[in-house]
């Protein structure tokens, strides 16, 4: 019954998102607080397993709220303007360079292994540039979701680091046969950055005919091109100030550019060397921010609600999240998932088990997050394929090529992902939908390289 029903929320929360009937938040907390009661469960316990749950994103929900709060700070104060400019007058008016350009800033930023990191590095750069050609955001998010997901795959990254606790191999006997593939990923998503590039032009071309002016697309009658469709409520949709983009350059701080840059660099050097939590890195950086670029309550206080809508919008979709966790975790339907999954195997296609795992390990993504899949569901898998002379190292490795790596960017069992769409501004369910067919290609172009160099078998005898 709590198979049946953990499938049951997970599926109702996907329905929900993918076809935008409800807000994420409605989605995310209703539901599994709902099925929670229906399993047997009181209110009480429910309530304990959201709090637990609450309790484990509490700090990725108070750095988020920070960091854009922070990130836009440094916007109104002009600090990406000089990259923004020389990005845009190196692609000019194209978006295929644009989307190369993002797509291989996600991969650098990705080497530390942390998307939360890589999120915040490559969002915020390359928003602006975006929104001014009149590129779509969904392609940002995509973009930058393709480039952290085929790096994620490093022995330091977390799917790779869980995948050799439980099956005992190191982690670099894991990754290094798969080197090949995570070249060939790496190539294909560029592949993909380009097409899209080549296909925003296409449609900006069409949506947007006009000029280049100063190196920013500008519709017929000389309105520049705006930001992207379904990004209601975020810093920089509506509001000027909010966006950093004030007609008289009051919010403009050049004199401290250097400053703004240094300190950027601090906190982001601080953040991957762990020097303190990265909510406390960043409630220490809005601090500086506003002191020295805006001093006074006024201008503080107007900076902090410029940006406060976005903020609180992913921070409440972030708690939401923390609820559905909780509960799937609390009730047990994870584990219950997780070995329903591995019995529905049947035993004449264990010996194929490398093959199916790695074709399944994207779409998986939207069902199992990183601890659920390879803590619950790998064991299983791997004590099935053992009865069949499958090793448990191909399957782990065949499982590193979409599952939690090239699929967490569409997963919303893990943090990383309400960031990925918060800083991008687009809706859940249409990122998803952009981008699972994207991610599925590059996890099988992956595999498929995996076995061409036996990295992964196709059938063990």
């Not at 644009?98 to 999120?119: I, N, P, R, S, W």
Request: charged share 10%.
């Amino acid at each position: 019954m709590l198979s049946s029903l953990g499938f049951l929320t997970v599926g109702a929360i996907l329905a929900l998102l993918l076809t935008n009937r409800v807000a994420a938040v409605v989605a995310l907390a209703g539901v599994p607080v709902v099925t929670g009661l229906v399993a047997g469960f009181g209110p009480a316990e429910v309530g304990e397993f959201a709090a637990s749950g609450l309790g484990d994103v509490v700090g990725v929900t108070t750095m988020f709220v920070f960091a854009i709060v922070y990130f836009g700070v440094m916007r109104d104060a002009g600090m990406f303007d000089p990259v923004i400019s020389r990005i845009v007058a190196f692609a000019g008016n194209a978006p295929v360079t644009v989307c190369l350009a993002t797509t291989a800033l996600a991969c650098a930023a990705h080497l530390d292994g942390a998307g939360a990191t890589t999120f915040l590095i490559t969002i915020p750069a390359m928003l602006p540039i975006f929104d001014r050609l009149g590129m779509r955001r969904l392609v940002l998010a995509t973009c930058v979701g393709l480039g952290a997901g085929v790096m994620n795959l490093l022995p330091w990254g977390g799917p790779t680091a869980r995948a050799a606790t439980t099956t005992g191999v190191p982690v670099n006997d894991l990754w290094v046969p798969l080197i090949p593939a995570q070249i060939a990923g790496v190539a294909t998503v560029l592949g993909i950055a380009w097409f899209l590039g080549r296909r925003e032009a296409r449609r900006l071309a069409v949506d947007r005919p006009g000029v280049v002016q100063d190196g920013v697309a500008v519709a017929a009658g000389g309105v520049p091109a705006s930001g992207s469709a379904g990004s209601p409520g975020l810093p920089g949709d509506s509001d000027p100030a909010a966006a950093g983009h004030d007609p008289a350059g009051d919010l403009r701080r050049p004199r401290l550019l250097w400053f703004n840059v240094a300190l950027t660099i601090a906190v982001i050097g601080c953040l991957i060397a762990a020097v303190a939590p990265a909510e406390l890195l960043f409630l220490v950086a809005v601090v500086i921010a506003l002191v020295v670029n805006y001093p006074g309550l006024k201008r503080q206080t107007d900076r902090i609600e410029a940006h406060a809508r976005g903020a609180m919008l992913m921070a409440t979709t972030l708690l939401a999240a923390g609820v559905f966790l909780g509960v799937l975790d609390g009730t047990g339907m994870i584990d219950a998932m997780a070995a329903t999954a591995a019995e529905a195997i049947p035993g004449a296609a264990a010996p194929a088990l490398p093959l199916i795992v790695g074709i399944l390990g994207v779409p998986l993504s939207l069902l199992f997050g990183p601890d659920a899949y390879y803590f619950g569901v790998l064991p299983v898998l791997i004590g099935v394929g053992e009865q069949f002379g499958v090793s448990g190292a191909a399957i782990a490795q065949a499982s590193l090529l979409g599952e939690e790596t090239v699929g967490f960017p569409i997963s919303p069992l893990t943090g990383a992902f309400y960031l990925l769409v918060g800083l991008s501004g687009v809706e859940i369910g249409r990122h998803i939908r952009h981008l699972l067919g994207w991610a599925w290609l590059v996890g099988l172009v992956m595999l498929a390289v995996a076995m061409a160099t036996g990295a992964v078998p196709l059938w063990s005898a």
